[in-house]
């Protein structure tokens, strides 16, 4: 089982940026598809972005597309979620999340961290 970390959460003005990152444990991390998921108070987990195995293909909820980036350093096994344009509603703990198949859906991913909290004040 693949370990997760995530790191880089914190307090931030709206129209602020944050680099969430995701540290992996083994050396499997790069046979997995990596996502970031979002869980407000009161919400379910809700899907942020994906990216493949490769690094070759990256898919983004609306609500954060042209905003959000991810991205994955294989080679360190690493990935990261850079955030731009933070909103309020952006608020929300964020985890990363390792599956086998490319999917905006929790249930897909198998592995996850512990979660990072992200404010964004108004």
């Known amino acids: 089982q693949v370990q997760l970390a995530e790191s880089g959460g914190g307090l931030v003005q709206a129209g602020g940026s944050l680099t969430l990152s995701c540290a992996a444990s083994?050396?499997?991390?790069?046979?997995?598809?990596m996502g970031w998921f979002r869980q407000a108070p009161g919400k379910g987990r809700e899907f942020v972005a994906s990216i493949t195995f490769s690094g070759g293909n990256t898919y983004y909820a609306d609500s954060v597309k042209g905003r959000f980036t991810i991205s994955r350093d294989n080679a360190k096994n690493t990935g990261q979620l850079q955030m731009n344009s933070l909103k309020p509603e952006d608020t929300a703990v964020y985890y990363c999340?390792?599956?086998?198949?490319?999917?905006?859906?929790?249930?897909?991913?198998?592995?996850w961290g512990q979660g990072t909290q992200v404010t964004v004040s108004s």
């Open positions: 999340a390792l599956g086998g198949t490319i999917s905006p859906r929790v249930n897909d991913y198998t592995s």
């Open positions: 083994g050396r499997t991390f790069a046979n997995y598809h």
